[in-house]
């Protein structure tokens, strides 16, 4: 990993592949194309081959860490490899949403930041900043705070009111204002449209690191906006859309798909220029 | 494991360790003890021997899974063979706070209750029953919600009003009501005893799971108060205040510490009664 800090890293990944769209990796062996064994040899092959067949057009890859936990130590040791396979100069955030206490912080801070060597994790507020700073404490690298998810029962919490706002604008104001070096971003989902909106109309410095645009359905335009609208560089995590429900032709059907989204995130960027 | 429910399972290895006393491991190769090499298999050695030697007056434990996650996949592999050396008897609490939405929670699900057979996991609020129900979609297994933690910056967003309570005291009362079968138990630190009681007396129905009684300096007695009086049992959970700093007779010294927590709880529960 180069000495510069993960918002660099982010920054040239991001002018090199050209838009914001990141690889979700979501795999499972009952989704695997139909050619490929629903083992773990067979994941880890279409990991690797989806992870190199991306890389002209994607410079970030977002993990979902519980899909390779479910494999147990096999599935532990694939990502240690697929590590290996995105190199150091795309940037990788491992989607963890890990929530602990301090000295139990530290330790997923050295699963994740340490030993696989992510530049950026995903981390759930609800335990305040004690859950953060561990992960901090590795130089050069990035939180992403849970604010507004993407699932259906996201509100269940998020949209509560405290103190006339809603825990989701609590939560990211109180993570905007304590760390305005952008080194916490935020995970908002792109299924509330208005949502992200008003959260990047309060909270425009760090950011967004927006789930939901493919099969979830979320809005793509709002998604670009509010990637693009800072100078903190957003992330569209784009992850069943690009891997799910291939074909035979698996991996070149892949790059196709890759190109398509790349290009309907460019194109959707270019209509926000004045 | 076996037939009947998590919930019954608890109340035999209660019945049988004879207090809520539960062995909480978070192994750290730096805390070891001095004659054990500062190794995976070191750290092993270690668990495994604890594991065995608290036996006799612990019939629960709870495994805080980054400890193991920070070694990588051969952390994975000590926490698989560790299952095995707990058996189907004790109950088995995988502390992994996760808290992501339905698909990857169920193969966070599919990894502690699938893979590891945990009897109970961990669960933090902040995306809604999306990420509990998956969870519990595994027969006769428990979840247990964060509430109120043990940390310093537990009241950060916990202590927020909502609807005229905190936080905490919504998330309590939204699960006693949701889960009134007792399959969803609440995570409770002993570190603030006035939320402590106030949750108790809040939420009859629910298991407690209360960490922060040794090494943080929680209230003991309020703790074996709110484990005790209600129908689901619950867990008193000791980790740093067993298995750290110990001297070169370290096993023998453990059982020590173990017999003699396990009787300051049993004294402290005497004294609840009429």
């Not at 694939?78 to 396979?85: G, K, P, Q």
């Not at 900043?129 to 992960?135: G, K, W």
């Not at 493919?214 to 069943?240: F, K």
Request: proline content about 7%; some cysteine.
């Amino acid at each position: 990993m180069a000495a510069n800090t993960a918002l660099e890293r982010l920054g040239e990944a991001r002018a090199r592949s050209g838009s914001a769209l990141t690889l979700g990796l979501d795999p499972r062996l009952d989704r695997l194309p139909p050619d490929l064994p629903p083992t773990v040899g067979g994941l880890e092959r279409f990991c690797r081959t989806v992870v190199e067949r991306a890389i002209e057009r994607i410079g970030m890859v977002k993990i979902n860490v519980a899909f390779f936990e479910a494999l147990g130590s096999s599935g532990w040791a694939v990502l240690e490899r697929l590590r290996e396979d995105i190199g150091p100069d795309r940037f990788l955030v491992l989607d963890a949403k890990r929530g602990d206490i301090g000295p139990s912080a530290e330790r997923s801070a050295e699963a994740l930041l340490g030993h696989l060597r992510a530049d950026a994790v995903t981390v759930s507020p609800y335990l305040g900043e004690d859950a953060v700073e561990p992960f901090l404490a590795f130089p050069g690298r990035m939180v992403y705070l849970l604010a507004r998810t993407s699932n259906p029962s996201a509100g269940r919490f998020q949209e509560l009111v405290v103190g006339g706002q809603t825990l989701s604008q609590a939560v990211a104001g109180w993570a905007a204002e304590r760390w305005p070096d952008g080194r916490v971003g935020l995970v908002v989902g792109a299924t509330d449209p208005q949502t992200l909106v008003d959260l990047r109309a309060r909270c425009p410095g760090p950011g967004f690191l927006i789930p939901g645009v493919g099969a979830q359905g979320g809005d793509l335009a709002g998604s670009v906006a509010a990637a693009d609208g800072t100078a903190a560089p957003g992330l569209i995590s784009l992850s069943r859309a690009l891997t799910e429900d291939l074909g035979p032709d698996w991996a070149e059907e892949f790059s196709r798909r890759v190109r398509n989204w790349s290009d309907r995130i460019i194109r959707a960027g270019a209509t926000l220029d004045p």
